[in-house]
C-alpha cells in the first residue's frame, strides 16, 4: 500500500473497541434506542447510519443550554464521529475524515479522546503527502506599519500617560517580589527566543502544512458584546485565508479566540512553552488558550479571575490597563454571563452616561512580538490588534500558600 492510500481496517480505535457496548447501553437507558439500533450498521461500515447517529447526537447536544447537556450524549457524538471518519479514511477523502474527528474533540466527550486524538495522527499524515505545497517562505505578518495611523484608531489618550513597566529577561524571583505578590502588571521581553513558534509561525507554509485541513472554531464580527457577532466552524485554512484578506468575511472580522487550539493540534503545542512565571506562587495552568485573527480585532473592557501571562509571538498588540479598584467606575454589565465585562466601549465612549471614565487612570502598551505581558486578577484590560496577530494566554490559579500583600 503506497503512502497516500488507506484502508478502513488500519483505522484502529481501541478505547472504542472495548468501550462501545457500555457506551451503547448507557445511550439506551438515556433514551437513544433509535441511535443503538443504528449504531450497529454504523460500526459495520454504512456510511448512511453513521451520519443518521452522529445527527441524532447532535440534536441532543443542542437540546438546551451546553452545561445541561448529559456526558453520554457528547461521547455518542464522538462514537458517530469515528464512524464517519473511518469511512472517509477507506475512501482517501482525509479532509473529510478530519473535519468529523475535528468536531468529535470540539463537540464530543472524553471517553474516546485518545482514538480521536490518534487517529488524527494517523489521518494528518496523509493529507499532509497530498497538500500542494510552495516551497517559498510567506510571512504571514510584515511588521511596517505607520505609527501615526494606528495612534487615530485608539481609545483617546492612548500611550499619552503612564506605559507599563516592561523588564529584560525577568528573573522568576524577582517577577514575584515585583509584580506577582504587588498585582502590578509588567511586560517581560527576550523570554521567548527558544520557542519554535517564533518563526515557525510566521511562515504560512508551515501553519497550513501542519493545520490547514483542521476544523476550528472562530467567532465573527466586532466582538462578543455586538448583536451580530456570531460563532462559525471553518478550516484553519480558510481562516488564514480570511487574515490575509484583512480578516473580512460578509459579516465582519474573523477572530480565533480563547480557544484551547493546542490541546487539538498537538504539532501547534510543540511550539510553544509555559513560561517558568507561570508556577509562581505555587498554584497550577487552568487554561491555555489560542487568540489569532487579524489587524483590527479588538477584545472589549473585562477582567478575568485568573493569572494571566499573554504572550505575543507574532504581530502587535496595543493593551490596555485598568486597576481591580476601579471595578465600580467601569459600570460591569449586571447580567451574570457579562459581569466580568464593562458597559464602557473605550472606542467610542459615550460621555453623557460615562462623564468620568476619560479621567480614570489607567497604564497601557504596544506588545511587541517576542514579549510576554503579566495580567493580574481582576486587572481590567481593553486589547486590539495593530496588525495580523497571533498570542497565547497561559491562565493560572493562586496557590493556597501564596496571597497577594
Same mark, same amino acid.
Given at each position: 500500500?503506497?503512502?497516500?492510500?488507506?484502508?478502513?481496517?488500519?483505522?484502529?480505535?481501541?478505547?472504542?473497541?472495548?468501550?462501545?457496548?457500555?457506551?451503547?447501553?448507557?445511550?439506551?437507558?438515556?433514551?437513544?434506542?433509535?441511535?443503538?439500533?443504528?449504531?450497529?450498521?454504523?460500526?459495520?461500515?454504512?456510511?448512511?447510519?453513521?451520519?443518521?447517529?452522529?445527527?441524532?447526537?447532535?440534536?441532543?447536544?443542542?437540546?438546551?443550554?451546553?452545561?445541561?447537556?448529559?456526558?453520554?450524549?457528547?461521547?455518542?457524538?464522538?462514537?458517530?464521529?469515528?464512524?464517519?471518519?473511518?469511512?472517509?479514511?477507506?475512501?482517501?477523502?482525509?479532509?473529510?475524515?478530519?473535519?468529523?474527528?475535528?468536531?468529535?474533540?470540539?463537540?464530543?466527550?472524553?471517553?474516546?479522546?485518545?482514538?480521536?486524538?490518534?487517529?488524527?495522527?494517523?489521518?494528518?499524515?496523509?493529507?499532509?503527502?497530498?497538500?500542494?505545497?510552495?516551497?517559498?517562505?510567506?510571512?504571514?505578518?510584515?511588521?511596517?506599519?505607520?505609527?501615526?495611523?494606528?495612534?487615530?484608531?485608539?481609545?483617546?489618550?492612548?500611550?499619552?500617560?503612564?506605559?507599563?513597566?516592561?523588564?529584560?529577561?525577568?528573573?522568576?524571583?524577582?517577577?514575584?517580589?515585583?509584580?506577582?505578590?504587588?498585582?502590578?502588571?509588567?511586560?517581560?521581553?527576550?523570554?521567548?527566543?527558544?520557542?519554535?513558534?517564533?518563526?515557525?509561525?510566521?511562515?504560512?507554509?508551515?501553519?497550513?502544512?501542519?493545520?490547514?485541513?483542521?476544523?476550528?472554531?472562530?467567532?465573527?464580527?466586532?466582538?462578543?458584546?455586538?448583536?451580530?457577532? *456570531?460563532?462559525?466552524? #471553518?478550516?484553519?485554512? !480558510? $481562516?488564514?485565508?480570511? &487574515?490575509?484578506?484583512? =480578516?473580512?468575511?460578509?459579516?465582519? %472580522?474573523?477572530?480565533?479566540?480563547?480557544?484551547?487550539?493546542?490541546?487539538?493540534?498537538?504539532?501547534?503545542?510543540?511550539?510553544?512553552?509555559?513560561?517558568?512565571?507561570?508556577?509562581?506562587?505555587?498554584?497550577?495552568?487552568?487554561?491555555?488558550?489560542?487568540?489569532?485573527?487579524?489587524?483590527?480585532?479588538?477584545?472589549?473592557?473585562?477582567?478575568?479571575?485568573?493569572?494571566?501571562?499573554?504572550?505575543?509571538?507574532?504581530?502587535?498588540?496595543?493593551?490596555?490597563?485598568?486597576?481591580?479598584?476601579?471595578?465600580?467606575?467601569?459600570?460591569?454589565?449586571?447580567?451574570?454571563?457579562?459581569?466580568?465585562?464593562?458597559?464602557?466601549?473605550?472606542?467610542?465612549?459615550?460621555?453623557? *452616561?460615562?462623564?468620568? #471614565?476619560?479621567?480614570? !487612570? $489607567?497604564?497601557?502598551? &504596544?506588545?511587541?512580538? =517576542?514579549?510576554?505581558?503579566?495580567? %493580574?486578577?481582576?486587572?481590567?484590560?481593553?486589547?486590539?490588534?495593530?496588525?495580523?496577530?497571533?498570542?497565547?494566554?497561559?491562565?493560572?490559579?493562586?496557590?493556597?500558600?501564596?496571597?497577594?500583600?
Amino acid at each position: 500500500m503506497s503512502k497516500t492510500t488507506a484502508s478502513a481496517a488500519d483505522f484502529d480505535t481501541p478505547t472504542l473497541d472495548t468501550e462501545s457496548s457500555t457506551l451503547l447501553h448507557s445511550i439506551y437507558e438515556h433514551g437513544g434506542y433509535a441511535y443503538v439500533r443504528m449504531a450497529s450498521q454504523a460500526a459495520a461500515g454504512d456510511v448512511r447510519a453513521a451520519e443518521a447517529v452522529r445527527e441524532m447526537a447532535w440534536e441532543q447536544l443542542h437540546s438546551g443550554p451546553w452545561h445541561s447537556v448529559l456526558p453520554v450524549w457528547r461521547d455518542a457524538y464522538s462514537m458517530a464521529c469515528l464512524h464517519v471518519a473511518k469511512h472517509h479514511y477507506g475512501n482517501g477523502e482525509f479532509k473529510e475524515a478530519l473535519r468529523a474527528l475535528d468536531m468529535g474533540i470540539i463537540m464530543g466527550g472524553s471517553l474516546l479522546r485518545k482514538d480521536l486524538d490518534s487517529a488524527i495522527g494517523k489521518v494528518s499524515e496523509k493529507a499532509r503527502i497530498l497538500r500542494v505545497s510552495d516551497s517559498d517562505d510567506h510571512r504571514l505578518v510584515d511588521l511596517d506599519f505607520d505609527v501615526s495611523k494606528v495612534l487615530q484608531l485608539l481609545p483617546l489618550k492612548s500611550l499619552a500617560s503612564k506605559l507599563v513597566v516592561k523588564r529584560s529577561a525577568l528573573s522568576l524571583e524577582n517577577f514575584l517580589k515585583d509584580h506577582y505578590l504587588s498585582g502590578t502588571p509588567v511586560i517581560i521581553s527576550d523570554c521567548m527566543a527558544h520557542w519554535p513558534a517564533k518563526k515557525n509561525w510566521n511562515n504560512k507554509e508551515y501553519l497550513l502544512r501542519v493545520a490547514g485541513d483542521r476544523t476550528v472554531p472562530v467567532e465573527v464580527g466586532k466582538n462578543y458584546l455586538c448583536s451580530d457577532w *456570531k460563532q462559525e466552524l #471553518v478550516t484553519f485554512s !480558510e $481562516f488564514l485565508e480570511r &487574515i490575509s484578506s484583512h =480578516g473580512c468575511s460578509p459579516s465582519g %472580522p474573523t477572530y480565533l479566540a480563547q480557544h484551547p487550539l493546542f490541546d487539538q493540534i498537538n504539532e501547534l503545542r510543540k511550539d510553544i512553552f509555559i513560561p517558568d512565571y507561570c508556577f509562581a506562587g505555587g498554584g497550577e495552568l487552568r487554561s491555555l488558550n489560542a487568540w489569532f485573527g487579524p489587524a483590527g480585532t479588538v477584545t472589549p473592557l473585562h477582567h478575568d479571575p485568573h493569572h494571566n501571562i499573554l504572550a505575543q509571538v507574532v504581530g502587535k498588540k496595543y493593551i490596555r490597563l485598568y486597576p481591580a479598584s476601579l471595578s465600580e467606575e467601569l459600570f460591569p454589565y449586571s447580567e451574570t454571563m457579562l459581569s466580568n465585562s464593562s458597559q464602557v466601549d473605550l472606542d467610542d465612549v459615550d460621555e453623557m *452616561k460615562f462623564p468620568k #471614565v476619560q479621567d480614570l !487612570e $489607567f497604564v497601557d502598551c &504596544i506588545l511587541e512580538e =517576542g514579549e510576554m505581558l503579566y495580567i %493580574p486578577p481582576k486587572w481590567w484590560h481593553y486589547v486590539r490588534s495593530l496588525t495580523t496577530s497571533l498570542s497565547v494566554s497561559f491562565w493560572w490559579s493562586e496557590g493556597e500558600s501564596s496571597s497577594p500583600s
